[in-house]
């Protein structure tokens, strides 16, 4: 039995599993992100403790980012440019390959995420997708001809602009770089600075929502008409408002307006954008799958 160690490496929190998939998960930890080399030494010993006692074949890691997933760049597996205090040009990747001498994948959360669902969740059988997360932050990873998007660097989806009508929405966004950005309209944090209150505490039929799905649908609408993915996964702890589904849905199609004749928008849109089928598993489950491919 092949056993690997994966790691969803986020800003709030690190969780690390050993394992082969969903139904064998035999040893998980989380703990939350302090400084790096706290937080990075508790991974290690995590991974060492078990190391001894069953070899892993590979560990994987999905990290906050930006990353640098380049595996021919001297920052291979490092956090570059993160805003977050004392976890810039942070090496992640590197103490782990140092400590148990195993190939390590690494990549950005999102993009971990989406090789996840395609292995276990909504996305079997895709080989061109996109998985969104919308909680603190906006991410998005995509899957291109069956791989990953890297390009220059990876896809940085939270940050396109979108039209903005100061009127309806006075709120200036929350993206410390842009302001209202895809991510600083829609994020969580923007939710609560904009309405006053936790999102979690607004009924589901608070007009919160309804703008919500509005910003949602521009996003994906761009996604939509540049990437032409075959399915949109949207996870994260926003996207458990279940009701943004069916709006976001509606909001889809009228904004595309009839202009793409395919049967995922005019007849199934319902199984085309969808929830993460891996639910908040998606992430840790993820970067298992990046290990199985390292
Ligand atoms: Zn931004």
């Known amino acids: 039995m092949t056993l690997y160690g994966g790691i969803e490496a986020g800003g709030t929190k690190f969780v ?5 998939g969903p139904d064998d998960i035999r040893d998980e930890i989380r703990f939350p992100t302090t400084t790096p080399e706290e937080t990075i030494g508790q991974a290690v010993d995590f991974f060492r403790t078990h190391h001894a006692r069953e070899p892993l074949t590979a560990v ?10 380049d595996p ?8 570059t440019t993160t805003p977050k205090p004392g976890w810039g040009q942070t090496d ?15 990549d950005t959360d999102v993009n971990g995420a989406a090789l996840g669902e395609q292995r276990w969740g909504a996305a079997r059988g895709l080989d061109t997708f996109v998985y969104l997360t919308v909680g603190t932050g906006l991410g998005g990873g995509a899957m291109v001809n069956g791989k ?10 939270g ?7 100061f009127d309806a929405d006075p709120y200036p966004g929350h993206c410390p770089f842009h302001g209202d950005c895809f991510e600083g309209l829609v994020c969580g944090p ?11 505490t607004l009924p589901p039929d608070h007009p919160a929502w309804a703008l919500e799905a509005h910003y949602l649908a521009l996003g994906l609408v761009n996604i939509i008409t540049v990437l032409s993915p075959q399915r949109l996964v949207l996870g994260g702890g926003i996207m458990d408002q279940r009701q943004l589904f069916p709006m976001v849905r509606t909001n889809v199609q009228t904004l595309l307006n009839g202009y793409l004749q395919t049967p995922e928008i005019l007849e199934r849109i319902d199984e085309y954008i969808v929830p993460p089928g891996l639910g908040s598993r998606a992430g ?6 990046l290990a199985e491919n390292a």
């Open 284 to 289: 840790v489950l993820g970067a298992i799958a």
């Open 190 to 200: 923007a939710i609560a600075a904009r309405w006053g209150v936790d999102p979690r």
């Open 159 to 165: 940050h396109m602009r979108l039209p903005h009508d």
């Open 60 to 69: 994987g890691i999905a990290s906050f980012g930006p990353v640098d997933p």
């Open 148 to 157: 990953l998007l890297h390009g220059m660097m990876h896809p940085e989806m």
């Open 92 to 106: 992640l990747a590197g103490p782990l390959r140092r400590a148990l001498n195993v190939p390590i994948g690494f």
């Open 16 to 20: 690390c599993a050993v394992g082969g």
């Open 72 to 79: 021919t760049s001297p920052t291979w597996g490092y956090i």
